[in-house]
C-alpha cells in the first residue's frame, strides 16, 4: 500500500511544488527590478519557501486526499473524472490569481490576501485600476502558465485510475492494513498541513528571513497567504508588546489645550473639505517640486496655511477616508471601513458640525459603494451624498466615473443649494489609476510616473477652475477650504514602506484665516488622523471620541504613524523607523538616529499599534 500511495501522491506533490516554484520564479523577475542582488540570494527565497509550500500544497490537495482515504474502504471507479474536474477547476483560477498577484505586490507593495480579493466585488473599478498595467504580458504570462499546467495535470488524471485501481484490487480484502494505513497517512498529512511538530502552527514568519521586503514576499506561498488572510481573528490582539500601563506612558501626549492659536476669524464659518486623491506632497512647489505641476493649488498655499509635514496612514482610499473624517489610524491587514459593526462605533468629523446646525454633503464621481464606503459615510452624518448615480450617463467619462472638472461643477450647483453654515466634502478621483484624464498630456510617455504627473497637472487646473467659480459665490467670504490627500503616490524611487512614500499635502485657504496666518508655513510632524481635532478645537466644538487625533497647532510634540500588512512606520521630526512584524525587526531607520533613540522610537510605535488595535477589538 505505502509504494502506491507514494506513486499516487508524489507527482500531485510535485506538480503544485513546481507550480509554485515557477510562479515564485515570476514573481521576482517581475519585482527584482535591477536589485544588484547575486544568484545565490535569489534562490535562497526557493529555500525558505519549501515548508509553507509543503503546507499549501496538503491544503490543496485535501479533496482528492479525502477521496483517498473513502477508496481504501469503498472503491470509488471515477478516480480520472474527479481529477480532471480538480485541475479544471483550480488550475485556471489559482494561476490567475497568482498572475494578478505579480501587479499587486508591484504597485501596493503587499501579496494577494483577503483586502485584494474583497476589491474584486467591484469589477469595473478594479478594471480600472487595471489599465496602466502591462496587461498583454499579464495575459501572455498566464495563458502560458495554465495551459503548461492543465496539460501536465490532465496527464496525472490519466495515469492515477491505474495507480487507484490497483490500490483496489491488492488491498480492499485486507481491512486491517488500510486502516492503519488510513491512520498513518491523517497523522502525516496533518504533520505537513501545519507546517511540522513545532508547538505553534506555520505562518509567514517562518519564510522571512530578509530585511529585504521582496524577497521576504517571494518566499511566502501566494496561495497560503491568501488562506491565513481569511483565518485571522480580528478579536484577537496580535501586537502584544507592553502592559496597560507601560502603554499609556508611552502613547501619552502633552496638549496645551487652551494655548493653541486660533487662526480663523469668527465661527460659524462653512467649510469645504477637498480631498485629493493620490496626491503626493513632493508634487507641489512648495514642498520640494521642481516642476510646475500644481500652479494653481501652490498659489492657495501662498495665500493659505500650509502644513508641509504631514503623512498618510496608508495606501488605499478607504484606509484614509477613516482617518480624515474619524481621525481614526488604519491597521495592518484589515480595513475599518469594510467592518460596519466597528466603524458604525467611530467619531465622525462632519457629524460634530451636524449636531450644530450645520448642512453636510458627501460629493464624489465614483462609487460610494465601492469598499463599503457608502455605510461608513451614512454613518459620518452626511445629509446628502452625490456619487456617480446622480450624473448623467454622458458625464461618466472617465474608468472610476466622472471626471474631476464634472465632479467640480455639480460641487458647485449642490453647494449653491445649501444652507448656510455648511460642511462639504468633495473627493477627487481623476488622479486615480488609470489616470485617463482629458487633456492633452503636457509631459509625453505612457509610462505610470508620466500618467500620474499629468492627471496631477489635470486635477489643479480643474481645482484652479473651481476655486475660480466658486469666488463668486455670496457663501465664499465666509467658506473655509481645506485639502488633503486621502493618501501618497510611490513618485520615483519612493519604496512602499518608507516616510517618503506616504507624504501627503494639507493646506487650509479661505477669507476668514487670520492674516498673519496666510503664506505661513508649519512643519511639525503630523499625520491625516490630526486634522479631525485641529479643526475641532478650532470651532470649540468636543473632541470626545477622537482620541487618536491632535491638535496640529497645540504645541505637543509631532508625531505620525502609517502601517502596511505586516508593520508600520512611525514618524517624529528628523526621526523615522520601519519596523515588520513578521521578522520583529526594524527594517529602516534614518541614519542619524543612535540605537537609543532607535530603540526609543520602535517602544513608542509598537505601543501605539498594540493600543490601537485594542482600541478597535474593544469596540
Known amino acids: 500500500m505505502f509504494k502506491r500511495a507514494l506513486k499516487y501522491f508524489a507527482p500531485l506533490f510535485l506538480f503544485w511544488m513546481s507550480f509554485f516554484a515557477i510562479e515564485r520564479l515570476l514573481f521576482l523577475f517581475y519585482n527584482m527590478d535591477n536589485s544588484g542582488l547575486s544568484f545565490s540570494q535569489l534562490l535562497e527565497p526557493f529555500f525558505r519557501a519549501i515548508r509553507l509550500d509543503i503546507s499549501t500544497v496538503c491544503y490543496l490537495i485535501s479533496p482528492l486526499f479525502l477521496l483517498w482515504i473513502i477508496h481504501l474502504f469503498i472503491p470509488i471507479r471515477q478516480f480520472k473524472l474527479f481529477h480532471k474536474i480538480y485541475f479544471l477547476s483550480f488550475i485556471p483560477i489559482l494561476a490567475f490569481g497568482l498572475v494578478v498577484g505579480l501587479e499587486i505586490y508591484h504597485e501596493w507593495g503587499y501579496k494577494m490576501n483577503r483586502n ?43 495515469r492515477c485510475q491505474n ?48 530585511t529585504n521586503p521582496t524577497l521576504n514576499a517571494a518566499a511566502v506561498n501566494t496561495v497560503w497567504n491568501l488562506i491565513y488572510s481569511y483565518s485571522r481573528e480580528v478579536h484577537k490582539n496580535p501586537y502584544k508588546f507592553f502592559t496597560k500601563d507601560e502603554i499609556e506612558v508611552l502613547v501619552k501626549t ?86 460596519p459593526d466597528k466603524s458604525r462605533t467611530l467619531s465622525f468629523l462632519p457629524k460634530r458640525f451636524k449636531q450644530i446646525g450645520y448642512e453636510t454633503s458627501f460629493i464624489y464621481g465614483g462609487e460610494s459603494e465601492f469598499a463599503n464606503m457608502k455605510s461608513y459615510l451614512l454613518n459620518a452624518g452626511f445629509n446628502h451624498i452625490i456619487d456617480k448615480n446622480n450624473f448623467e450617463q454622458k458625464n461618466m467619462n472617465s474608468k472610476w466615473g466622472a471626471h474631476d472638472h464634472v465632479v467640480f461643477n455639480r460641487a458647485l450647483s449642490e453647494i449653491k443649494q445649501m444652507r448656510e453654515p455648511f460642511f462639504s466634502t468633495i473627493l477627487t478621483l481623476s488622479s486615480h489609476e488609470p489616470f485617463d484624464v482629458p487633456m492633452a498630456p503636457v509631459f509625453k510617455g505612457n509610462d505610470r510616473q508620466t500618467l500620474y504627473k499629468n ?15 466658486i469666488s463668486k459665490e455670496p457663501y465664499y467670504n465666509n467658506t473655509i477650504f481645506i485639502f488633503i490627500a486621502d493618501h501618497g503616490f510611490r513618485v520615483g524611487d519612493a519604496i512602499n514602506w518608507y516616510p517618503r512614500r506616504h507624504g501627503i499635502p494639507l493646506f487650509i485657504y479661505g477669507k476668514p484665516l487670520k492674516k498673519e496666518w496666510r503664506g505661513k508655513v508649519f512643519s511639525d510632524v503630523g499625520s491625516q488622523t490630526d486634522l479631525a481635532k485641529t479643526i475641532l478645537d478650532q470651532f470649540n466644538l468636543d473632541t470626545a471620541g477622537f482620541g487618536f487625533s491632535r491638535n496640529l497647532l497645540a504645541g505637543s510634540s509631532g508625531s505620525a504613524f502609517y502601517t502596511f500588512n505586516h508593520g508600520f512606520g512611525w514618524i517624529e521630526e528628523q526621526q523615522s523607523l520601519v519596523y515588520d512584524h513578521e521578522l520583529k525587526t526594524v527594517t529602516y531607520f534614518n541614519d542619524d538616529i543612535s540605537d537609543s533613540t532607535n530603540n526609543h522610537l520602535l517602544n513608542k510605535g509598537r505601543a501605539y499599534l498594540q493600543n490601537a488595535y485594542q482600541d478597535f477589538i474593544d469596540r
Not at 476589491?119 to 495563458?143: D, H, V
Not at 521642481?290 to 503623512?311: A, R
Not at 492627471?455 to 467659480?469: A, E, K
Open 163 to 210: 495507480i487507484v485501481d490497483a490500490t483496489s484490487e491488492l488491498d480492499n480484502k485486507w481491512i486491517v492494513r488500510n486502516s492503519s494505513g488510513a491512520i498513518l497517512s491523517i497523522f502525516l498529512f496533518g504533520v505537513c498541513l501545519r507546517g511540522g511538530f513545532q508547538q505553534a502552527p506555520i505562518n509567514q514568519s517562518f519564510a522571512h528571513y530578509s
Open 455 to 469: 492627471s496631477v497637472i489635470y486635477l489643479d487646473r480643474s481645482l484652479g477652475d473651481f476655486m475660480s467659480d
Open 254 to 339: 502633552v496638549e496645551n489645550k487652551n494655548s493653541f492659536p486660533k487662526i480663523f476669524t469668527g465661527n460659524n464659518h462653512n467649510i469645504v473639505l477637498l480631498i485629493l486623491e493620490s496626491m503626493a506632497s513632493e508634487m507641489f512647489k512648495k514642498m520640494g517640486s521642481k516642476n510646475q505641476f500644481t500652479v494653481n493649488m501652490d498659489g492657495l498655499i501662498s495665500n493659505g496655511l500650509l502644513f508641509n509635514n504631514i503623512y498618510g496612514s496608508e495606501k488605499r482610499t478607504d484606509r484614509g477616508i477613516v482617518s480624515i473624517l474619524s481621525g481614526y489610524p488604519s491597521l495592518p491587514l484589515l480595513s475599518v471601513v469594510k467592518q
Open 116 to 158: 485584494v480579493v474583497s476589491y474584486i466585488q467591484f469589477p469595473k473599478e478594479s478594471w480600472a485600476s487595471s489599465l496602466n498595467s502591462p496587461l498583454w504580458l499579464l495575459f501572455g504570462i498566464y495563458s502560458i502558465y495554465t495551459l503548461v499546467f492543465l496539460k501536465w495535470g490532465l496527464r496525472i488524471a490519466n
